[in-house]
Each structure stands twice: as C-alpha cells, then as structure tokens.
C-alpha cells in the first residue's frame, strides 16, 4: 500500500519559514519525481516545486529564490523548505510522487497559513 504523509504545516508570520516534509512508504522511491502543489481557496491546485530522481529541481516562479526542494532517497523523505513566506502562500500543500500515469500518487496535504 502506498502512504504518502505530510507534515510541517501551520500558522506562520510573513516572512517566516517553514518547512514540509513528505514520507513515503510502498514505493521505490529514488525513481520517482516528486513534487509539492498547493491549493488555495476557491483556486486550482497548482504545481509548486519539482524534484526528478537525479536531483534536477524546478520552481514555480513565484516561489523561486524562497523554496528549496529537496529528497533523502535513504529517509524515503521529500522537503520542501520555504522562506520568506507571504500571505498569499496559504494554501494546502500537497506531495506527489509521480513514475507513470498509473504510478501517481498523492498525499492528504497539509495546510500553511501565513497570517500576522
């Protein structure tokens, strides 16, 4: 069975930080892309930060120079370290890990809000 948790959200100050991260379980996970998105409310869920099995990263614009995605292939574990964080980052943040259209996989989100 896949399980894909994540953890670290809350209530944070603009200009805090955070960070999330995402355990997976039932999967290789070294070969799969994962990802973080988010969606807020009364919009779509949008892709926030991507990481391939290599390492290779990619950022939403919005968020680039503010969020670091990472992975620990030995901890199972995807990150993502946000900073700087502005009010219009409240959303549920959402892992994926993705191989194949019928591997694709999501966790149950958590939720950052960025409120003084």
């Known amino acids: 069975q896949v399980q894909l948790v994540e953890s670290g959200g809350g209530l944070v100050q603009p200009g805090g930080s955070l960070r999330l991260s995402c355990a997976a379980s039932?999967?290789?996970?070294?070969?799969?892309?994962m990802a973080w998105y988010r969606q807020a409310p009364g919009k779509q869920r949008e892709l926030v930060a991507t990481?391939?099995?290599?390492?290779?990263?990619n950022y939403q614009d919005s968020v680039k120079g503010r969020f670091t995605i990472s992975r620990d292939n030995a901890k199972n574990t995807a990150y993502l370290q946000m900073t700087m964080l502005k009010p219009e980052d409240t959303a549920v943040y959402y892992c994926?890990?993705?191989?194949?259209?019928?591997?694709?996989?999501w966790g149950q989100g958590t939720q950052v809000t960025v409120s003084s």
């Open positions: 994926n890990a993705f191989l194949t259209s019928s591997r694709d996989y």
């Open positions: 039932g999967i290789s996970f070294s070969i799969y892309r």
């Open positions: 990481i391939f099995s290599g390492g290779i990263t």
